[in-house]
């Protein structure tokens, strides 16, 4: 893009992250979810000689450490998966896991069996528990033959005792399940052997008045992924990063629009 600005380039916004699989062939390139913020830090250990006053004599940069940080505005599964996890995470597209709670029903007649309707036609995966609909009160959890105040469930059928039953008990009954819902997907995670590590190449660029900078980042590891989720405020997901030099010697090439 041709510069229009007439003032030494500056930079705004938090611009546009690309990362490339670079260990495996033909690695799927991903746009990290609508970029809200990106740095990178290089940072030099430093050696100071000292004589018999207090300031240095010398100072001598040593090794230096080159590291980034990208906030996605939204959550990329397959992004994450490709360059965190490469093949210590298994996707499968289509399918979604959800929790939720029963409506208030009644301890039916022998066999005083209740099996929930699963939402959206799936399945059931597993129990989160079972409470008293008119006293919030827990309901214990045991192998077979519930007594009063206990229920059994297997295969998403709720077993519980007739002593319930008799007292007209109603419960609430909270269950995880899977259903198939496009573009879903889901992420298992595997225990790979130490020194997996997916390396990609990180392209980022920003634009101001027409005039742009670009920074490519050839040999990246994702170290870190944090995510917090608060009251009354957006989850940005933060996946940290380390960046290295490739096999020709180069960390990263650097185009920008001014030439102050």
Not at 80 to 87: A, E, L, R, Y
Not at 105 to 113: E, G, H, K
Request: proline share 6%; aromatic share 10%; hydrophobic share 40%.
């Amino acid at each position: 893009m041709t510069a229009n600005n007439v003032v030494p380039q500056g930079l705004f916004g938090p611009g546009i992250a690309f990362v490339t699989r670079t260990d495996i062939a033909n690695g799927t390139p991903y746009n990290v979810g609508l970029c809200n913020e990106f740095s990178f830090d290089m940072k030099a250990t430093v050696k100071e000689l000292f004589g018999q006053n207090t300031l240095p004599l010398l100072a001598a940069r040593g090794t230096t450490k080159v590291t980034g940080k990208i906030k996605p505005a939204t959550l990329s599964l397959s992004t994450f998966q490709s360059v965190f996890f490469g093949s210590g995470g298994t996707v499968t597209a289509g399918t979604q896991y959800d929790t939720t709670a029963s409506p208030s029903t009644a301890i039916p007649a022998t066999p005083f069996q209740i099996t929930p309707t699963v939402p959206s036609s799936g399945s059931w995966v597993s129990d989160l528990g079972v409470v008293n609909a008119a006293t919030s009160e827990p309901l214990s959890q045991v192998a077979s033959a519930p007594a009063a105040g206990q229920y059994s469930v297997a295969a998403g059928v709720y077993t519980f005792s007739s002593a319930d039953h008799t007292s007209g008990i109603s419960v609430i009954i909270s269950f995880a399940y899977s259903f198939t819902g496009a573009p879903g997907q889901t992420i298992v995670l595997a225990n790979t052997l130490l020194g997996t590590s997916p390396t990609f190449q990180l392209d980022y660029k920003t634009t101001l008045y027409g005039a742009t900078f670009m920074i490519t980042f050839f040999n990246c590891i994702a170290t870190g992924w944090t995510q917090v989720n608060k009251l009354e405020d957006f989850s940005m997901p933060e996946l940290d990063l380390s960046m290295f030099v490739n096999a020709s010697g180069n960390l990263c090439r650097i185009s920008a629009a001014t030439q102050a």
